[in-house]
């Protein structure tokens, strides 16, 4: 049953290359993906049940030994992240059916989004499942490369100009990651964690420190952790709404989860405790200040993304049993809360054209359904009780608490006015995009133009607009566009049952959270499995 591990990167490789031959036939290229994705989720849900029951699962591909191969491990931590990534990855998947992968009568690749979208999941599987510091660098490369195509599909001249820095910024953290990897190696003679975990308390502690600012400040640029997160909100915002969705989900949380693994098993001492917690709050209360200074439900996401990377990190920091559980909980929550907004987002922008606070209005009246969608997730997000949000921050807060020093404290009370200032940045979407009254005179303006078509959904609270507008053609082709896809609602409205559903479940997903975070912090399990049991 080891044989498991190897599925969940093999099997979107393999689809991706079938993709590829399918290319002009998008309904193969659909069913090709779809029954990739749904075995990806039912290899991640069995391969948690055997972590979280028999102990890690280990597979070293190709018989070579742990020291040369490639050792491949899903322990709770990572079973649970790919469980969850590969649900959301689905989700998305078939969210991007319903939209047609066609943003507003400009055609994006179809025969390139498919084969690229499951490299992409192979990527973030591969990342998870590493147990060795190169292979997590081509876990790396392998879904940065796939989103470089993902984020600039379409070609305009925003997606370009966008998907350039971010393709800088992610080339600039893997040559600092090689570097890195190669420092480590000279340092070690390995790169296998099980391996590094025994060697690295050998060395120098000023040597060792330095091999773990190198590691962290790579993560901390794949994860947008403050100062190294402004690269985010201006990339993110401009792809498809669905590749949108699956990047904040994502991949963001795979920098995350090479934070925690690292800092547990390489650097179990707390050295760095200082540093991280700093960089918690300043992430925390920076990214949130930028949400409330936006007026784009897209940006204000955006930052909300970067502000919410920040208790993620403030649990490795605090590093405790109870903090790391928080950690892995909240990991889970925001991956599918995140993703499920900027779902919701896209629905947005779909009906009415626009993101744009200043321009939005009356989706309460004319998208009931829509509103209450958003309102969930968005709740959860600000972690008002009883949603999964509000649970993760207890479990963070009562760890901080607990470690009783005046820098955990301050990160504790740091974190509960990023979830007012959460909360306001969600009522003013909530309060401008779906009640405020619509302007005519701006609808009128827009419409005329025909370069932002944007009303049709936003406008229909009154009858007399509709009829003052019906004979514009703009408007009548909106008028029939009125009605959302089934098959980007119901997508969207899974993953809002989900992020209920982490809250309903919270008591067995916590008793899980709680045993990886044991296993973490003994190490014993992992690093058995990758010497002791690989084969």
């Given at each position: 049953m080891t044989?498991?591990?190897?599925?969940?990167?093999?099997?979107?490789?393999?689809?991706?290359?079938?993709?590829?031959?399918?290319?002009?036939?998008?309904?193969?290229?659909?069913?090709?993906s779809v029954a990739v994705l749904a075995s990806v989720v039912a290899t991640a849900a069995?391969?948690?049940?055997?972590?979280?029951?028999?102990?890690?699962?280990?597979l070293t591909l190709a018989g070579?030994?742990?020291?040369?191969?490639?050792t491949l491990v899903a322990d709770r931590l990572s079973a649970l992240m790919l469980l969850v990534s590969s649900v959301v990855t689905l989700a998305v998947l078939l969210y991007s059916f319903g939209q047609g992968i066609v943003e507003y009568g400009r055609d994006t690749p179809l025969s390139v989004f498919h084969p690229t979208y499951?490299?992409?999941?192979?990527?973030?599987?591969?990342?998870?499942?590493?147990?060795?510091l190169f292979n997590l660098f081509v876990g790396f490369e392998v879904l940065l490369a796939a989103s470089y195509v993902l984020i600039t599909l379409g070609g305009t001249e925003a997606r370009i100009r966008a998907g350039t820095v971010y393709i800088v910024v992610s080339l600039l953290s893997s040559v600092v990651f090689l570097i890195a990897i190669a420092c480590v190696y000279a340092a070690t003679g390995t790169v296998n964690f099980a391996q590094l975990s025994q060697r690295l308390g050998e060395l120098d502690p000023a040597v060792a420190h330095m091999l773990q600012l190198l590691l962290l400040t790579v993560f901390c640029i794949k994860a947008a952790v403050f100062p190294l997160s402004?690269?985010?909100?201006?990339?993110?915002?401009?792809?498809?709404?669905?590749?949108?969705?699956?990047?904040?989900?994502?991949?963001?949380?795979v920098g995350v989860y090479a934070i925690v693994r690292t800092q547990t098993l390489l650097f179990p001492?707390?050295?760095?405790?200082?540093?991280?917690?700093?960089?918690?709050?300043?992430?925390?209360v920076v990214g949130i200040l930028g949400a409330v200074a936006q007026t784009d439900i897209k940006r204000i996401l955006s930052f909300t993304l970067v502000s919410h990377i920040g208790y993620m990190l403030l649990g490795v920091a605090l590093g405790t049993e109870l903090a790391l559980s928080g950690a892995v909980y909240y990991i889970a929550h925001h991956i599918t809360v995140q993703t499920a907004l900027f779902l919701l987002a896209g629905l947005i922008e779909y009906?009415?054209?626009?993101?744009?606070?200043d321009r939005l209005g009356g989706l309460a009246r004319s998208a009931p359904i829509l509103a209450v969608a958003f309102f969930v997730p968005a709740m959860n997000l600000a972690g008002i009780p009883p949603f999964s949000g509000f649970l993760g921050k207890v479990a963070l807060g009562r760890a901080g608490i607990e470690a009783g020093d005046w820098l955990a404290v301050t990160a504790v009370v740091a974190s509960v006015a990023v979830s007012l200032l959460t909360l306001y940045a969600i009522a003013k979407v909530w309060n401008r995009a779906f009640w405020q009254p619509v302007d005519d005179d701006l609808a009128q303006s827009v419409v005329d133009d025909g370069s932002d078509v944007w009303s049709h959904g936003a406008m229909h609270g009154g009858g007399d607009v509709n009829t003052r507008f019906q004979a514009t053609s703009?408007?009548?082709?909106?008028?029939?566009?009125?009605?959302?896809p089934l098959g980007m609602g119901l997508p969207t409205l899974a993953l809002v049952v989900a992020s209920v559903a982490l809250t309903v479940l919270a008591g067995p997903l916590f008793g899980v959270t709680d045993a990886a975070a044991v296993e973490l912090l003994q190490r014993t399990p992992y690093i058995t499995a990758v010497l002791g049991g690989g084969g």
């Open positions: 044989q498991l591990v190897v599925l969940p990167v093999l099997l979107p490789l393999l689809g991706a290359g079938l993709c590829l031959v399918l290319g002009r036939s998008a309904r193969a290229q659909r069913i090709v069995i391969l948690l049940v055997r972590a979280d029951t028999q102990g890690p699962q280990a070579w030994g742990p020291e040369i191969g490639i499951l490299v992409l999941s192979a990527g973030v599987s591969n990342a998870f499942l590493s147990a060795d402004a690269w985010l909100p201006d990339s993110y915002p401009t792809a498809p709404a669905p590749v949108t969705a699956v990047f904040a989900g994502l991949l963001t949380k001492d707390d050295s760095m405790r200082p540093l991280l917690l700093t960089a918690a709050i300043l992430t925390m009906r009415t054209g626009t993101t744009n606070l703009a408007w009548q082709r909106l008028a029939e566009e009125q009605r959302l």
